[in-house]
């Protein structure tokens, strides 16, 4: 839920009765209609009264450092913005369904000359609300999720939500969380979140089936409104079991319990216009992991990030190019005891990051599983066009793209020295391409199908090439479960 | 761990062909921190099985050997590309590339063979599982330290109550003797020496004064008892009284003594 253009906002949010001064304002009041154009700051007001109708169980204390704000406003301009970034506020709380913001002359006993009253009425939301959705992975999995939620539960937006997923690969999973909103009106919006789970899932690609049980709290602020920052510490207890008598003997050897206990820091800047087929925008993440600082018996520090940039094509319309790199590495943390899982490692290969190969397929293999490895880069240009003869435009056919792409990355576990010139060399050397053109179908803006015919080249040893037509299904972040 | 016994069935019989190669190695526990009584028995069986069949292996102590192993049981062997656990698996393998210990029994001695091996499987393995799993002192002093030794807290209690639990529980496909199955949970610590006195008084009859079970010839049953016999005595507990149970049976002793001079002293 974003917040409506400012626009709609003042057309049919501000209603004023009575025949003071502010009059029936519209800000690009065209000549048509009659009324001369106005200069909305000019208008010297304040806000008298603000009233908040329909609050049931939200309390007041939460609810009045919220449009405390509107307090500091001097002209009808900054009121009318102001109504509109305390509404915002009061969304994201998650505590109503529906806001409508209605802005009046005070009138009354106290109210001064010029002076606003602005009314926010809301509607809760229910208790409890339930939902079936599905949830789409990253490694061409889907699942059913059934969910319970309990919003606003004590009254100061805190949210309690249990899950219980069901998917292909055999995974399934049950999350039970906590989120509370600690201080809503600074700007940064910390938010605590606490989570319980447990989560089991197959990964055919290197022959072992996963499952994970722990507890993670997480706390995610803004140090300005476009970078979002989430730090989180886990602890997870992860049992790694062969998943065929013939499961590769290297993975074998690392089947077992483990305990992780890990900090992660994500940090997120994101100026796309829609994240699954952007047509404008800059995409930034940084993802770094400390596990072993604490306790448990894996110890490592992984650092990742992710650059997207979209841009359109300046006289073509509709046609957009997209550059993409996302790059990591890892190391063993140097205490002893520690030791490092196939299931932390990275993976590349597959419909969504190096196309034209199997999913995982890229990288050391052993007797036909994936075992990962320490360092990897994955790079994309691609070219989105809508589909020829635009079938179904204004429709259906918006959600589909036809596009060129030309993928190239490398992974290893390579062994760094002092000079960066032949750690550059070694980044190249024995990278793995593909180019193809295909169709894109994004669903919902949450995760997007490909059908592709690819063509990979620079094969090494263990990769796994699966040239021509390719089916994929996932979300573009790499780490994200996207829920639709 | 869905299927196992079919895909080993088939896996034997793939691997019929080949000769036994240089590099098989057998994967256990720690010797020194983490086995406890009725793995050593069952690694000791197999080693002795292997030796006395002139095959040639390695010895590879991991951690997590028995999340490695396809069954869950320890020892298990690699044997090129196969991967085959537990004694009878390995025994059926081995037989399999033609080598066999008991050829020279006939049909009615096989079967009694057969008998006895079911008789030390279901009375000494499970007094070795009770003694390690639900008498109350061992498994504190003794089973949690060493079960815990590569896991750190807490996954370490969660893991070994687990292990106790599922010890304790009804059967299930993987093969491990539960107790409950076999009503041995209920038992009090002076019954399950009853029991053994018992086997090893039907063993000791078995054996007479010959050298070995069946004459002069080595069979599995010798590395079976073995196994378990050594394991009693080599492994430390807090009570000694399965150790003089085995100590008043000299046969035994000398059985053992035999196997072990001729096997295991030079390795």
């Known amino acids: ?484 | 761990m869905p299927n196992v016994l079919l895909t080993e069935s088939i896996a034997v019989e793939l691997g019929g062909s080949d000769p036994w190669p240089d590099n098989v190695q057998l994967f256990q526990p720690f010797d020194s921190e983490q086995i406890l009584l009725p793995d050593v028995a069952a690694v000791r069986s197999v080693q002795a099985f292997l030796r006395m069949c002139a095959l040639p292996f390695s010895v590879d102590q991991r951690a997590n050997a028995e999340q490695m192993s396809p069954s869950g049981a320890i020892p298990f062997i690699k044997c090129g590309a196969f991967v085959i656990a537990d004694m009878d698996p390995i025994v059926a393998f081995v037989n399999t590339k033609g080598i066999h210990l008991s050829h020279h029994l006939d049909s009615s001695q096989r079967a009694d063979m057969r008998a006895y091996m079911s008789l030390v499987i279901n009375v000494l393995h499970s007094a070795e599982l009770y003694i390690t799993w639900t008498h109350e002192y061992t498994y504190n002093t003794i089973t949690y330290p060493r079960y815990s030794f590569a896991t750190p807290f807490p996954l370490d209690r969660i893991l070994c109550w687990k292990k106790r639990r599922a010890v304790q529980a009804a059967p299930n496909p993987s093969g491990i003797r539960k107790l409950d199955s076999i009503s041995w949970s209920d038992k009090k610590l002076v019954d399950v020496y009853d029991e053994v006195d018992s086997c090893c008084q039907a063993l000791a009859e078995r054996l007479g004064t010959q050298l070995y079970f069946f004459g002069d010839k080595k069979t599995e049953l010798d590395a079976l008892v073995y196994g378990h016999v050594s394991a009693i005595l080599i492994t430390p507990l807090p009570d000694t009284r399965l150790k003089d149970i085995i100590n008043s049976y000299p046969t035994l002793i000398e059985h053992f003594r035999r196997i072990d001079n001729d096997y295991f002293k030079n390795y």
């Open chain 1, 1 to 484: 839920m974003t917040g409506s253009s400012l626009d709609t906002t003042l057309a049919d949010s501000v209603s004023s009765t009575g025949s003071s001064s502010a009059g029936s304002p519209k800000p690009s009041a065209t000549a048509s209609s009659g009324f001369p154009a106005l200069n909305l700051d000019a208008f010297k007001t304040r806000v008298d009264v603000i009233n908040i109708d329909g609050v049931g169980r939200t309390r007041n204390d939460i609810l009045d450092p919220l449009v405390r704000p509107l307090f500091e406003a001097n002209t009808f301009e900054e009121v009318v913005l102001r109504a509109h970034t305390v509404r915002r506020r009061l969304e994201e709380l998650g505590a109503f369904k529906a806001i409508n913001v209605f802005i009046d002359t005070s009138s009354g006993d106290n109210a001064t000359r010029d002076g606003l009253e602005v009314t926010y009425s809301v509607v809760e939301t229910r208790r409890v609300v339930g939902g079936v959705n599905t949830s789409i992975g990253n490694n061409n999995d889907g699942s059913v999720v059934l969910q319970l939620k309990c919003p606003n539960l004590f009254g100061r937006g805190e949210l309690f939500q249990t899950e219980y997923e069901y998917g292909t690969k055999h995974t399934t999973g049950f999350q039970t969380s906590f989120a509370k909103p600690l201080v809503p009106w600074l700007w940064p919006q910390p938010r605590l979140t606490s989570t319980l789970f447990q989560s089991g899932f197959d990964a055919p690609w290197s022959g072992f089936r996963e499952t994970d049980r722990g507890l993670h709290v997480d706390l995610s602020f803004k140090s300005r409104p476009s970078i979002a920052h989430s730090v989180r510490w886990e602890a997870v207890w992860r049992d790694i079991s062969a998943l065929t008598p013939s499961t590769a003997f290297a993975v074998r050897e690392e089947c077992g319990h483990s305990l992780k206990s890990s900090l992660k820091h994500i940090l997120t800047w994101d100026q796309r216009d829609n994240p699954i087929v952007p047509s404008k925008g800059t995409l930034f993440r940084l993802q770094q992991e400390c596990a072993g600082l604490l306790a448990g018996n894996v110890g490592f520090h992984k650092h990742e990030l992710e650059l997207q940039l979209n841009r359109p094509v300046p006289l073509l319309s509709d046609v957009v190019i997209q550059a993409s790199l996302r790059a990591g590495i890892m190391k063993p943390l140097q205490k002893i005891d520690t030791v490092t899982c196939i299931n932390d490692r990275f993976f590349i290969g597959g419909p969504l990051t190096l196309r034209g190969f199997n999913l995982h397929g890229v990288g050391p293999h052993s007797e036909g599983n994936a075992l990962g490895a320490t360092t990897y880069w994955n790079a994309g240009l691609h070219v989105y066009t809508p589909l020829p003869f635009r079938p179904g435009a204004g429709g259906f056919g918006d959600y589909f793209r036809a596009h060129l792409f030309a993928n190239a990355g490398n992974i290893g576990d390579f062994a760094y020295t002092d000079d960066h010139y032949k750690n550059f060399n070694i980044l190249l050397n024995r990278l793995r391409y593909s180019v193809g053109a295909g169709i894109v179908l994004s669903i919902g803006h949450m995760a997007r199908f490909e059908l592709n015919y690819c063509l990979p080249f620079g094969q090494q040893s263990g990769d796994q090439t699966s040239p021509g037509l390719q089916f994929g299904l996932g979300v573009s972040f790499v780490y994200l479960k996207m829920q639709i």
